[in-house]
């Protein structure tokens, strides 16, 4: 076990932007035609500089351009400012989330301040490394700062630079939007201390703009659903993601809190944005929803114990109830497992997670007999989660759905609406996926996929054309390997049975990803555009 983790975790990755013909074994469905588009990070050592944390790397985008039967892979690293600016001084010169530089050689882009606190923060990273957007017909690399980049997604380039804070005031974004059966994007940020006041600010992105404003971008017309104040103007919550339903927007504001004084003098105290999160494991955690027509907060004041969670998994209405599942710990070792540090040969003893990933469910009832006593529980659905009148609000406790799943995905057709699959890597007690899994949360049925020396990617869900039950369609996911003498693979799995249909498999050095999307071929702009 000793070198695998390195080859997995370190080392920096070729880049790959010329298409690569892999070599197919099984029977693709022939009607998957379009682009398997993924993120992550590729190269953690920039001359004689080291990143500290493996969510510090220079964003790798690769892609699986699936045509006619043949496969292609391509890999390009995202040309950030921050990637440009670190290659041109041949060092690590702009922070990261677990490494903090000092970055004289590129003041010209990286010296401004983002906040009234100080004018010492340098304005934050445009690595997009987690994610994949879509906004109308573009593709962007996106992460949690401010900045998202446009791509071009069957040829990996580079575009614009987009800065969500002149279009809304923002300082954090998640990587994890959410899409409106029309396209339109909705996504979460905080605005930090902005005119005296911290919050959580939803807003959408339409997905198209008028005809004779074609020439301005979708961001122009981004408008701000709502906002949530915080419950504190100098720690609010971190989030990865958020959740909605059909009416409802879902946002848990967890008692893991970024320090904004931490923040703020962070750069010349020469510490990291990590260090300024911290958790509060005698805090509560709030939940809040929005009604998404009068964009108005649910007033009853829903709690459950402190916790961290990254991944909403999907959510939806029943009876007069939001059900949410979300997979999360007690505690925040998860972030801190991924230090390069820990990655290493020393990995087994170093990277035991102290709290498994949990997938839990959250019934919470919007509609209940507002006489009924302290105590009683206002849950009428037939689940083991409870939601118990106090004097102060409802205290909700979850019903647990499994444990050691990470990296959700669901059949996004199924967002927001009553679901029964989940795809996922499975996660025991390290942080390192060694199989990928579809649960039914329904019947608790867990099917598997491993395979020796195979390490799978958040797997993801492509409907058939024709689908009519949940679960039509195939899986995709990227499988690693350590052995330098067997090559990464591309795995296409039928959803209903779990088992393999094909493989797609390309002799390169392939890095461990973290988000990605299908993107079929019609959603694809044609050349001559
Ligand atoms: C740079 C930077 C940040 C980066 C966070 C990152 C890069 C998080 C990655 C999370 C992942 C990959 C989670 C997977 O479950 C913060 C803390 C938002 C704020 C300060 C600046
Ligand atoms: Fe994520």
Known sequence: MAAPMEALYGGNKEEHPEPIKAEVRGQLPTWLQGILLRNGPGMHIIGDSKYNHWFDGLALLHSFTFKNGEVYYRSKYLRSDTYNCNVEANRIVVSEFGTMAYPDPCKNIFAKAFCYLSHTIP?????????????????????????????????????????????????????????????????????????????????????????????????????????????????????????????YIIFVEQPFRLDIVKMATAYIRGVTWASCLAFSKDDKTWFHFVDRKTKKEVSTKFYTDAMVFFHHVNAYEEDGHIIFDIISYTDNSLYDMFYLKNLNKDFEDNTKLTSIPTCKRFVVPLQFDKDAGVGSNLVTLPSTATAVKEKDGIYCQPEILCEGIELPRINYDYNGKKYKYVFATEVQWSPVPTKIVKFNTQTKEMLHWGGEDCWPSEPIFVPSPDAREEDDGVVLTCVVRTDPEKAPFLLVLDAKTFTELGRATVDVKMHLDLHGMFIPEQDLKTETE
Do not use: W
């Open 123 to 247: 304005e934050f990273t445009d690595n997009c490394l987690i994610n994949i957007m879509k906004a109308g017909d573009d593709f962007y690399a996106t992460s949690e700062t401010n900045f998202i980049r446009k791509i071009n997604p069957q040829t990996l380039e580079t575009l614009d630079k987009v800065d969500y804070n002149k279009y809304v005031a923002v300082n954090v974004t998640t990587s994890h939007p959410h899409y409106d059966s029309a396209g339109n994007i909705l996504n979460m940020g905080t605005s930090i201390v902005d005119k005296g006041k911290t919050k959580y600010v939803l807003f959408k992105i339409p997905s198209s703009v008028p005809e004779q404003q074609k020439k301005k971008s979708c961001f122009k017309h981004l408008e701000v659903v709502c906002s949530i104040p915080s419950r504190s103007l100098l720690h609010p919550s971190y989030y990865h993601s958020f959740g909605i339903t059909e009416n």
